[in-house]
């Protein structure tokens, strides 16, 4: 069974950083796509950042560039992501994501689902 742990949230103040940990159950980042979701309140879920677990070019969302940057540990089944420049509208309930494995990013690849950690920046 695929198992997601978010940790890292907090409350920052505009312009400070963060960094996001999620564990995963051992073997889940092996040949699988893995990244990060957010939701802000009264928002739909929108995809942030992703990675292809063997080494890839990461996906950034536009709002999230040059801001935010994923990586991953696979010795330690835990994927990270360092947010900077943090911004109000960075506040959001923050949820790691993996693919099945074997599953290449792109289209709806997010099938596992951490419970989600909150970020706000005031």
């Known amino acids: 069974e695929v198992q997601l742990v978010e940790s890292g949230g907090g409350s920052v103040q505009a312009g400070g950083f963060l960094r996001l940990s999620c564990a995963a159950s051992?073997?889940?980042?092996?040949?699988?796509?893995i990244g990060w979701f957010r939701q802000a309140a009264g928002e739909e879920r929108e995809e942030v950042a992703h990675?292809?677990?063997?080494?890839?070019?990461?996906y950034y969302a536009d709002s999230v560039k040059g801001r935010f940057a994923i990586s991953q540990d696979n010795a330690k089944s835990t994927l990270y992501l360092q947010m900077v420049s943090l911004k109000p509208d960075d506040t959001a309930m923050y949820y790691c994501?993996?693919?099945?494995?074997?599953?290449?990013?792109?289209?709806?690849?997010?099938?596992?689902w951490g419970q989600g950690t909150q970020v706000t920046v005031f």
């Open positions: 994501a993996a693919s099945n494995p074997g599953e290449q990013c792109g289209g709806r690849w997010s099938q596992y």
């Open positions: 051992t073997g889940t980042f092996r040949s699988a796509c």
């Open positions: 990675t292809w677990s063997g080494g890839d070019t990461p």
